[in-house]
């Protein structure tokens, strides 16, 4: 089901965020540049949804080898993976409903990532080419300081900023130098593109969010060992972040101006007194992140021909009762079932409705009668004539991985209309 796949790549998402900031932490610890981790965890996860059945089939392999205690290492959290009822939003239309929101928000984001590019562009070409300070700069009449263009990025300023002292102007564009040369549009680009092909996924977002930061943090910090004063740095910042006007005409595409308190405290950060403690314990922290990651239910995407779920159900012991995600060939009712009788009553009164009951199918077909639950009735008329005809259904029982018949929990609508009588 798709909910129960975006659940787990949501989780799976999480774990990457989580072993991406700690190994940041780490890496700040000794002095690195921390944008490394946070470009790893946008990557992977915007392909591992892409690449999970490929995995899926790959971990089948290896487990159907010699690689069983490998696979032990790494234990499915099979509770994220359960799938919705179909009365919550699962089922045909539930899937519809989702499938629809997830391309109409995919489609808007897309939207509004492709506006920001033209708009760059535009100011591109409007831009009057110019050396400043011994830098080829393009000057508008406001938009800027920033680098922008993918193929061949380029420094673009306001006009304002030549009535800057040059100490000041030279900060600003060795900042955006530094961008230039480590090709850091490429990667606000990807990021973008990432978060409007999932657009459900929060992880995903908060990861691209502090890739933005991790890529500011690092410049700021290469401006700052060649000499450059905090102070004035720090408010050099300021007044950008008071006249730019990047972040309002293509937002996708810019820093975000939230970050600003974020990147003044970090330059004003002392660096631990023990650097190494604080690079293993948050090395191992980011080490547990990826294992969690790794062992994520969501290389089952839909696609997959074997998942961890049909080899979990066939390596059990026999009796269950087992769910629909469990196993692979899940329990269907046979053609020729009777039907619940429609209640007289209702039936005079024109009273349409529902019973969607939750019981266990036994290996034989049989129906448990004894772990019948009501999990939503229009009427206790319906849900009597429901227990009446239970004991008469046969179903086709659910098999395992190994093709051995087990017992399932079943939920089953009954409907009620006046097409019955």
């Not at 965890?41 to 010699?66: E, F, H, N, T």
């Not at 509004?112 to 562009?121: A, M, N, P, T, Y």
């Not at 009668?369 to 009427?379: D, G, M, P």
Request: overall charge positive; charged content about 15%; some cysteine.
């Amino acid at each position: 089901m798709i909910a129960s796949w975006m659940l787990a790549t949501a989780f799976f998402t999480a774990c990457a965020a989580l072993a991406a900031w700690a190994a940041e932490r780490a890496l700040r610890a000794v002095g690195r540049a921390g944008r490394g981790p946070w470009i790893v965890a946008c990557a992977a996860a915007i392909a591992w949804p892409l690449l999970a059945p490929l995995a899926s089939r790959v971990a089948g392999a290896l487990r159907d080898g010699s690689h069983a205690a490998t696979a032990a290492a790494l234990p499915a959290l099979r509770i994220i993976a359960h799938p919705l009822p179909a009365w919550i939003g699962g089922g045909a239309r539930g899937e519809t409903v989702l499938a629809a929101l997830w391309m109409t928000a995919s489609l808007l984001l897309s939207a509004r990532l492709l506006r920001s590019l033209r708009v760059l562009r535009h100011a591109q070409r409007r831009a009057h080419e110019q050396v400043l300070d011994g830098v080829s700069v393009l000057v508008t009449p406001a938009l800027g300081p920033a680098a922008v263009g993918t193929r061949h990025p380029r420094i673009i300023v306001p006009r304002w900023l030549f009535d800057l002292e040059a100490p000041l102007r030279a900060d600003v564009l060795r900042h955006e130098e530094e961008h230039c040369r480590a090709r850091d549009p490429w990667i606000i680009l990807g990021a973008a593109l990432g978060t409007a092909l999932f657009p459900w996924n929060p992880a995903l977002w908060w990861i691209s969010r502090r890739l933005h930061l991790a890529l500011e943090e690092d410049c700021d910090a290469r401006v700052l060992r060649t000499g450059a004063s905090v102070e004035r740095y720090g408010k050099l910042l300021v007044l950008i972040a008071h006249r730019q006007s990047v972040t309002r005409r293509a937002p996708v595409m810019a820093a975000s101006n939230s970050h600003l308190e974020r990147r003044i405290l970090a330059m004003h950060a002392p660096r631990p007194a023990r650097p190494v403690l604080h690079l293993v314990a948050f090395g191992t922290l980011a080490l547990a992140a990826v294992a969690i990651a790794c062992s994520s239910p969501v290389a089952d995407a839909p696609g997959s021909t074997t998942t961890a779920s049909d080899r979990a159900a066939a390596n059990a012991p026999a009796g269950g009762p087992y769910f629909e995600f469990q196993i692979s060939n899940p329990a269907s009712p046979r053609a020729g079932n009777p039907v619940p009788h429609y209640p007289d009553s209702l039936a005079a009164a024109h009273v349409s409705g529902a019973v969607i009951g939750q019981f266990v199918v036994n290996a034989d077909g049989t129906v448990d009668t004894t772990t019948f639950k009501v999990l939503k009735s229009s009427a206790p008329e319906f849900t009597i004539a429901v227990r009446q005809v239970l004991p008469s259904w046969r179903y086709n029982p659910a098999r395992a991985g190994n093709g051995a018949p087990v017992r399932q929990v079943v939920q089953q609508p009954f409907l009620f209309s006046e097409k019955m009588k």
